[in-house]
Structures are given as C-alpha cells and as structure tokens.
C-alpha cells in the first residue's frame, strides 16, 4: 500500500474502535496526516460523524450509525 492507503486503513480501522483513534499513537507511525486526508476529516468533523479530543478522533453516534460513508469519505481509490 501507499503511505496515503496505509494511512486511511489505520484511520479506518482504528474509528471501529470504542477508543477511536490515538493520535500520539498514529504521529509516532506516519508523522503526519496528509493535507487531502485532513481536509476529509475536517469536512467530517463539522458534520458531527467525528469528535476529537486532546489526542483522539472517534465516532459520534451520528457516525457509527453511518461509518460506511465515513470510511468512503477517506478512501482515496486510484483513478482509472
């Protein structure tokens, strides 16, 4: 995978969790979250399907009632 696809799928995978996402954690992985990547997440969270904390994004329960469309939105499939 890409570091851009690593990404997401961390993302992804680690909203399923009741934790949500532990951004200490991910910087230590990646470094930082790509610009496109955080523009998906800002646009998610101003529609309230993501909280943060001090170092956590997680679900609102708006967005564990829709996660499909949450992970749609920061999937990047390659173009054709």
């Known amino acids: 995978l890409e ?3 690593k990404i997401a ?4 995978l680690h909203l399923r ?3 949500g996402v532990d951004l200490d954690h ?3 992985l990646f470094g ?3 610009a496109d990547i955080q523009k998906d997440i800002n646009k998610l969270h101003q529609s309230k ?4 904390s001090a170092n956590t994004y997680k679900l609102t329960d708006r967005g564990l009632l829709f996660y499909d469309y ?4 920061l999937i990047r ?4």
């Not at 399907?49 to 943060?52: F, G, I, V």
């Not at 949450?70 to 939105?73: D, M």
């Not at 499939?77 to 054709?80: A, G, R, S, V």
């Open 3 to 5: 570091d851009e696809s």
């Open 9 to 12: 799928e961390h993302l992804i």
């Open 17 to 19: 969790r009741i934790q």
């Open 26 to 28: 991910f910087f230590k």
């Open 32 to 34: 930082k979250i790509p």
């Open 49 to 52: 399907y993501l909280q943060r």
């Open 70 to 73: 949450v992970a749609s939105e």
């Open 77 to 80: 499939l390659p173009e054709l």
